[in-house]
């Protein structure tokens, strides 16, 4: 940042000439970490001139066949667009899919040029069907990747397939789960209008001009149409719970007991509470003879004495 | 030196025998019928101009990655020669006389460094030029996902970026990468057709090379490999010698590389336990003071000019 090297120091700024550093040093005004000396920056070499009379000397003058070299041109040559050019190339050159299509399309291009150029000089550039040589590459390792290939390609269909299915499986639930739902709206439907038809708020059943077949369809209900109408039924389910818990009067003391209600003992089964009766018991007595195995003890018993 | 040129006897001794071992699995007859007459009338009239011939060879303790790039490597190129590893105390410009020895021109030379870092080496042997590359993002010809195949020692197109024509450095590599890496026409090893090409295209300040055959003549390829990527680190006026034409400024070096991310993952806790006490300190400081500030005020606040970062270096510094 700060160098006080001679030549560094110009003659027509002196202002940190080596005399007024030496004084301000004197004085006490110059101390140590206030300046330091930085690295200066690396030079890089690039000698063009060099570089071109080295090409100039190593250039052979044979003809293009012995090289077959191509080299493109360049499209975009106006600098405006370079910074934006630039931008992009380093996300190119990141991107993988993207870099390997551009060297393939450069190379594709060289051999769009380079190709009729080699056959128009009359050279063979495909080889006949019945020339075989050595390859670069070993006829196993090309079976390797042709199996690798046949690997990849077939677990690519397979996962294919398992998707499709999947898919399918997934439709096929949606409809039969809108069949389902339409079922179940009609019915409602038809219990709806057969409600409204029996209350006596609608003259006639309108499935019935709908769908001449719905009342032979639904053979259930017709039946209960035809039925007496006075009031409905009370839910039994409703009348056990009211005759259990109560419905109305105060419920304070109808829980306790009263004299009479423990003077009552019609609960009370003696064959569920008295030991050796009851059907248990009563079975054992019946079926003694069958059950010929004894106690534990006396099983071991007589083992022993067996064995002895 | 006398030692040397035992090795290399040696190792063309061993050349020869894999020669007479080696029988190609499908030979190219030699008399063949009338379809063919052209191909034959071709392999007749051989005008081997062109005698390239490329070194192609390693240092010890060369990873096995770079072992396969290297056979890869002779076996598309029938204009190399291969040679026994060198020993790194040996000295760089002992390559120049066993390029002698070998009767080549041309070499192209792996140097293996702390048994990970791979530079490759490329010279016309002689008097130069030479340059030298870090190999990076090597993949060689032996991976199942190149699924290209060509003839063995048939010849390729090289393709070249358009950058090749325009920086000097570019367009001197350029001649040397075709110098090299082209088979000379009519080469006896060599097969008689194109059937693949060489890509060498600069991107991220690196050159890119990759090798694709070609599946139909409208264009369609398929990649053959090895593909690497080569960072140039500088050219030298002579072979493994002489002076420095060019040098890459982008050019980071893998000890660099590793020592910058251990020192960030160094720095991480600081850099954590830093900005916790600067939010703390802000928070504490905005808590009960916060007022309305002059602009102008700012105008009488000075900075050593050591301090100043960024923006404030233009702002304040010493007077020359």
Redesign the interface.
Known sequence: MADYDEESVSELESYDSDDELQSAFNKGELKPGLNYQTRAPKQYTNNTVAIDEKLNSIQSNLDWIERVDITLESKNTNNETDAVTDDDNDDLMHNDFKRELKFYQQAQSAVLVALPRIRKLGILTKRPDDYFAEMAKSDEHMRKVRQKLLGKQLAMERSEKAKKLRELRKYGKQVQREVLQKRQKEKKELLDSVKKFRKGQKDKLEFANRNIEAPSNFKGKPKKISQPQGKPKPNPKRVYKDQKFGLGGSKKRSKSNTADSAANVSDFKSSKHSYGTGPKFNRRNTNKKKNRRHGKIRREKTRVKARR | MAKRKGTTEQSQNKVKKLKKSRS?????PRE??S??T??EG?LKKRKW??KTRVLIFCSRGISYRGRHLMNDLR??MPHSKPDVKMEKKDGLFLVNEICEIKNCNKVIYFEAKKKKDLYMWIA?SPN??SAKFLIENLHT??E????G?????S????????????E??Y??L???F??IF?T??HHPKS?????H?Y?F?V??NRI?F?N?Q?VE?D???AE?GPRFVLNLIK?F?GSFIG???????HYKSPNEQRRDLKREASLRYQNRIQSKAVLDQRREQSKDTSYKMDTTDEVFFTI???DAEGLAKSTFY???
């Not at chain 2, 190609?24 to 190219?28: Q, R």
Request: some cysteine; hydrophobic content about 30%; overall charge positive.
């Open positions: 190609l699995s499908k030979k190219v063949r019928n379809t063919s052209s191909t071709l101009i062109n076996r598309l016309n130069g030029p010809m032996d199942l996902k190149m699924t195949n060509c003839l063995k020692g010849r390729p197109i090289l393709s070249f970026d358009s950058s090749f024509g325009g000097p450095h367009a001197l350029k001649e040397v075709t110098q082209s000379p026409y097969q008689p057709f194109v059937d090409v890509t295209s991107g991220d890119w990759r694709y070609i003549e264009g369609s390829l053959v050219i006026g002076p420095t034409l060019y040098e890459n400024p050593k000019p050591e010493r007077k020359k």
